[in-house]
């Protein structure tokens, strides 16, 4: 299995800061990685597919980038609507894994 | 409105049985294909089943093959998971999700639906 490694576990960051959180997969997965946002008691909602596209609707402050191995997301200017955790998810190979997420919160 | 709403969870004893439904509504149901997600309380996230759209193709994840069946009927719009020999490490909210075209290969989730929560306990 492919396994999904996230960093940090958690961040605490403030309204207007620039976040990065980084994913590093156990294998090569060219660039099928999608980042999600969950916020509690909540379903997940799709951020950023295949590495760097922007899904619909999903402000531009939310930017993806790498393929292979290492991936990041970028928060351009922290929201207080961001606070959440995110996940990324590799859509390479059986079994689809997630990382462990990644909690922003409000510092 | 594109939409999809889970169905079927509750308590139920180890060894038992349940059924998820998954109705989805406001897109052609046949052109994507659909997964399960579960998450276990105050745990991440994990993939369980995937379905083509057209129904050929399946896959599980290993701790559930043999015990879980995912199935679907496009002319109900629905998904289903049924869900045999529970253990307690199947306690979970369970997503549905939509991928992004009818196959099951270089998947992304792009609509997902509310949840159902599943409880396996005695």
Known sequence: DIQMTQSPSSVSASV?????????????????LAWYQQKPGK????????????QSGVP????????????SLT????????????????????????????KVEIK | EVHLLESGGGLVQPGGSLR????????????????WVRQAPGKGLEWVSIISG????????????????ISRDNSKNTV?????????DDTAVYYCAR??????????MDVWGKGTTVTVSS
């Open chain 1, 16 to 32: 207007g800061d620039r976040v990065t959180i980084t994913c590093r997969a156990s294998q090569g997965i060219s660039n099928w």
């Open chain 1, 43 to 54: 379903a997940p909602k799709l951020l950023i597919y295949a590495a760097s596209n922007l």
């Open chain 2, 20 to 35: 998820l439904s998954c109705a989805a509504s406001g897109f052609t149901f046949s052109t994507y294909a659909m997964t």
């Open chain 1, 60 to 71: 531009s402050r939310f930017s993806g980038s790498g393929s292979g191995t290492d991936f």
């Open chain 1, 75 to 102: 928060i351009s200017s922290l929201q207080p609507e961001d606070f959440a955790v995110y996940y990324c998810q590799q859509g390479d190979s059986f079994p689809y894994t997630f990382g462990q997420g990644t």
């Open chain 2, 80 to 88: 289903y998971l049924q869900m045999n020999s529970l253990g307690a």
């Open chain 2, 54 to 69: 057209s129904g050929a193709s399946t896959t599980h994840v290993e701790s559930v093959k043999g015990r879980f069946t």
């Open chain 2, 99 to 108: 991928g992004m075209t009818p196959k099951i290969y270089d998947f992304h």
